[in-house]
């Protein structure tokens, strides 16, 4: 079993293997499932995914009224074609924007790794799809590579919001999506590591600070900007560039920053976003009274 | 390690918005329901920290409702779980808790019938995964590494071998275990931690066993 990426890594080069397989066999060697029942359990998470993109496509709106349909407004400006920056990329957001929508609509999502996190695989993996034209296998093993980054992010530092901020969840979830977006277009398992490293670095001190509670602001944004850093950097790490700071020691800054963090920006709404004039007006008019108060009620 | 399965990462399946506040809270909720056997009538659920803070915006209040009303976290009726419950008479009390706990999203379930009642204590401790913390008093020191069953008994000789037997004959190995009990010759509990995944049937056969109460699996 692998304990952090440097393992990963020495395991995927030395059996010559990508970093998907080594996740595959991990998970028949530890849960006694066959392989093809871990393919086909896989299988359905891509298709919990395909369904929330769509249906946030198409538009839905959160019961706040706070999030959706910005999804619909970046694709109809993609349609346009004057966007500045790429149409892979802003695919990417917009259905990582479309994912996290239908989630904020108590809609049904896959968590990757988390719920308020679950936009960032789906929308580059999607996205990258129309340009690399991947087989259904394929894109299955992208799953099993993000997963394998998470699984190292999850052991030895934290995917909770609430125990490590933003960070640990967009950030997580940005990581894992650009090591996969790597080896789907064809990286090694070090330019994989590299492109986690890369992003990360950047989704450091990333504050959880919900307006109201709620997973919609800033969320549904941040997974948008998740989106986008995973697709820089897995460029970047396919440009050759590597990340001074090993992978593995990226993850324990994050860990280490996520426990200094101060409890009002670690998913209690009392800080950050949540308590700016406006975060507070909005929360005051979706519950009719602050959440600050708690006072128990019955 | 505390994930073991790539599919504690990619995924679980499930209603939003949150993993830690609605799935994670659904799961502890469908714990507690799962040991107390049947439908409670009444429920008092304690907030503390994260959950106390956030859990109207997260739904954490209708997940666990969900969770002990039997949901899976990708049943959609987990939306409408807490007037579903008020439809059945079920009693609902949710209390903000001030006090500081070891992690941010605690939960104290108390449910109750006339014929008995149950409290848990659980942690989401992200993704969707949760720990059993306290059952009924009984503090659980869980490793969270390896699948785990409790298995409420009656405090006799025999009882102790007979689950041992039987998981002996399904060649599944023990790793950690643990009995507890408040006094002798009453209620006891054992925490099993094995190596292997633990089949329904298996559950089921325990469960038939002289002195054994109820048996529920807690890790995957």
Not at chain 1, 171 to 190: K, L, N, R, Y
Not at chain 1, 200 to 226: I, S
Not at chain 1, 229 to 250: F, K, Q, Y
Request: aromatic share 4%.
């Amino acid at each position: 079993m692998f304990r952090n990426v440097a393992e990963l890594i020495e395991m995927a080069n030395s059996q010559n293997k990508k970093i998907s397989e080594i996740m595959i066999e991990q998970e028949v060697a530890v849960t006694g499932r066959s392989r093809e029942e871990v393919l086909a359990l896989m299988d359905r998470n891509l298709t919990v995914m395909e369904e929330a993109v769509e249906r946030g496509l198409k538009g839905v709106t959160s019961h706040s009224g706070l999030t959706g349909g910005d999804a619909v407004l970046l694709q109809k400006y993609i349609e346009k074609g004057n966007f500045l920056t790429g149409e892979t990329i802003l695919d990417a957001v917009s259905k990582a924007v479309a994912t996290n929508e239908v989630n904020a609509a108590m809609g049904t999502i896959c968590a990757t790794p988390t719920a308020g996190s679950a936009g960032v695989v789906p929308g580059t993996l999607f996205a990258v799809k129309k340009k690399l034209n991947p087989t259904r296998e394929q894109m299955i093993s992208f799953l099993f590579t993000s997963g394998a980054f998470g699984f190292v992010v999850a052991n030895n530092a934290s995917i909770s919001g609430a125990a490590g901020g933003c960070q640990a969840e967009v950030g997580s979830a940005a990581g894992m999506a650009a090591a996969a977006i790597v080896e789907m277009a064809g990286g090694t398992p070090q330019q994989c590591a590299e492109a986690m490293a890369i992003t990360l670095k950047n989704m450091l001190g990333l504050v959880c600070d919900p307006v109201a509670g709620l997973v919609e602001v800033p969320c549904v944004k941040r997974n948008a900007m998740g989106a986008a850093n995973a697709m820089v950097a897995a460029d970047m790490a396919l440009a050759g560039i590597t990340s001074r700071i090993p992978c593995d020691e990226v993850i324990d800054a994050m860990f280490k920053i996520g426990q200094s963090m101060p409890s009002a920006l670690r998913e209690t709404a009392q800080g950050g976003l949540a308590a700016t004039p406006t975060g507070r007006a909005l929360e005051a008019k979706i519950f009719g009274i602050p959440l600050v108060n708690n006072e128990s009620k019955s | 390690m505390k994930y073991r399965s790539v599919f504690d990462i990619i995924g679980p399946v499930m209603i939003g918005p949150s993993s830690s506040h609605t799935a994670g809270a659904a799961r502890i909720g469908r714990v507690a329901r799962s040991l107390f056997g049947r439908e409670p009538k009444w429920a008092n659920i304690s907030l503390y920290g994260s959950f106390a803070k956030t859990y109207k915006g997260h739904g954490t209040d209708v997940a666990i409702v969900g969770g002990l009303l039997d949901f899976e976290t990708d049943d959609v009726r987990i939306i409408n779980a807490i007037d579903i419950a008020k439809e059945k008479g079920i009693k609902l009390r949710f209390i903000e808790e001030d006090a500081v706990t070891d992690h941010p999203n605690t939960a104290r379930i108390i449910i109750g019938d006339h014929n008995g009642e149950l409290e848990l204590v659980g942690i989401s401790i992200g993704g969707g995964k949760i720990e059993v913390t306290e059952l009924n008093g009984f503090e659980l020191k869980l490793s969270g590494n390896h699948p785990a069953i409790l298995v409420v008994h009656n405090d006799r000789f025999g009882a102790i071998a007979s689950v041992a037997n039987i998981l002996a004959k399904y060649e599944i190995n023990i790793g950690h275990m643990e009995v507890s009990r408040k006094e002798q010759g009453k209620l006891a509990l054992m925490t099993i931690e094995v190596d292997q995944n633990i089949n329904d049937n298996i559950l089921i056969e325990l469960e038939e066993l002289p002195n054994i109460l109820k048996v529920t699996k807690i890790v995957d």
